[in-house]
C-alpha cells in the first residue's frame, strides 16, 4: 500500500516502502535462500548502510523535485508535477535481480551493477513538464546524469511511454559523500495510468490467451489515441499558460 506523506496543494508524495527497520532487513536477509546460495551474514551490517545511503539518495532527489516544482508556482503559477511515488526495492527484489543477472550475492556487486535500488515517479501533468522538470534537475551542478533511456519520443512496441534517467546524487554522511544512483521515471498522467493497466494486464496469468493478446492491441490502440490527446490538450495549455516549453531529452554526462 502507498503511504501519502505530504501534501502541497494538489501535489502529493506517496511512499512504496516503509521507513528501513535494521532488524526486518537482518531477518530478511537470514532467512531468504536464493537456491545456490545466502546472503554473507558478515555483510548484512554493510547491507544496512547501503539501503540507508540508497533512502538517503531518493529523498535528496525528491527535495529537489519539490523546490522546482514550487519554484514553477511561483513563476509561472503552475505546478508541472502531480504527484511523485518513492519506493526502494525489497530485499527479496535485490537479491533476486542479482541471481537472474548470474551475479554475487555482495554489497560490491548491488554497488555496481544495481542501479535502480532507489526509485522515484514523477507523474506531470503535461509533456513539456516532463522535459522541463528532468532538465532542471539534470543541470543542477551536484547531479550527474547517467543513464538516459526516452520511450516517448520512441515508445516500446507495446505502447509503454515514459522518460527514464539515472541520476547520481551526493549524500552526506558522517563518513563523507557518497555519490548514488536514483531511477526516476517522468510521465504524464494519463502515461501512468495506461502504463498501471498494461502491468496489472501482464501479469494476470488466468486470463486465456487469446484474451491477452486482445487486449494487449487493444491498449496500444489507446496508448497511441492518448499520445494524440495529450498533444491537443498540451497545444491548449501552451496557449493559456507561460510555463516554459520543452522537447530536449536530458544528455548522460
Not at 83 to 88: K, V
Amino acid at each position: 500500500m502507498a503511504r501519502r506523506t505530504r501534501t502541497r496543494g494538489a501535489n502529493v508524495i506517496l511512499e512504496r516502502h516503509s521507513r528501513l527497520s535494521s532488524n526486518e532487513i537482518k531477518t530478511r536477509l537470514k532467512s531468504i535462500d536464493l537456491g545456490d546460495g545466502r546472503f554473507p551474514t558478515e555483510q548484512i551490517g554493510e547491507f544496512i548502510d547501503l539501503m540507508q545511503v540508497y533512502e538517503g539518495a531518493m529523498y535528496e532527489i525528491s527535495t529537489k523535485l519539490e523546490i522546482l516544482d514550487d519554484e514553477f508556482q511561483v513563476r509561472f503559477s503552475h505546478d508541472p508535477i502531480h504527484h511523485m511515488e518513492r519506493r526502494l526495492k525489497s530485499v527479496n527484489s535485490i537479491l533476486g535481480k542479482l541471481e537472474r543477472k548470474g551475479l554475487p550475492l555482495t554489497i560490491a556487486s548491488i554497488r555496481d551493477n544495481l542501479f535502480d535500488v532507489a526509485g522515484i515517479r514523477v507523474i506531470c501533468n503535461y509533456r513539456d513538464d516532463v522535459y522541463a522538470v528532468s532538465n532542471y534537475l539534470s543541470a543542477q551542478s551536484d547531479i550527474q546524469v547517467l543513464r538516459v533511456k526516452d520511450y516517448i519520443k520512441n515508445p516500446k512496441q507495446n505502447g509503454y511511454r515514459s522518460l527514464h534517467v539515472i541520476y547520481a546524487v551526493p549524500v552526506f554522511l558522517s563518513s563523507g559523500a557518497h555519490h548514488t544512483p536514483v531511477e526516476v521515471q517522468f510521465r504524464t498522467i494519463a502515461m501512468d495510468y495506461w502504463a498501471s493497466l498494461e502491468h496489472a494486464l501482464r501479469y494476470k496469468t488466468d486470463l486465456p490467451d487469446t484474451r491477452l493478446a486482445e487486449h494487449s492491441q487493444t491498449l496500444l490502440d489507446c496508448a497511441r489515441s492518448l499520445q494524440n490527446i495529450e498533444v491537443q490538450m498540451q497545444n491548449i495549455h501552451r496557449d493559456i499558460n507561460g510555463a516554459p516549453r520543452a522537447e530536449e531529452t536530458p544528455k548522460a554526462g
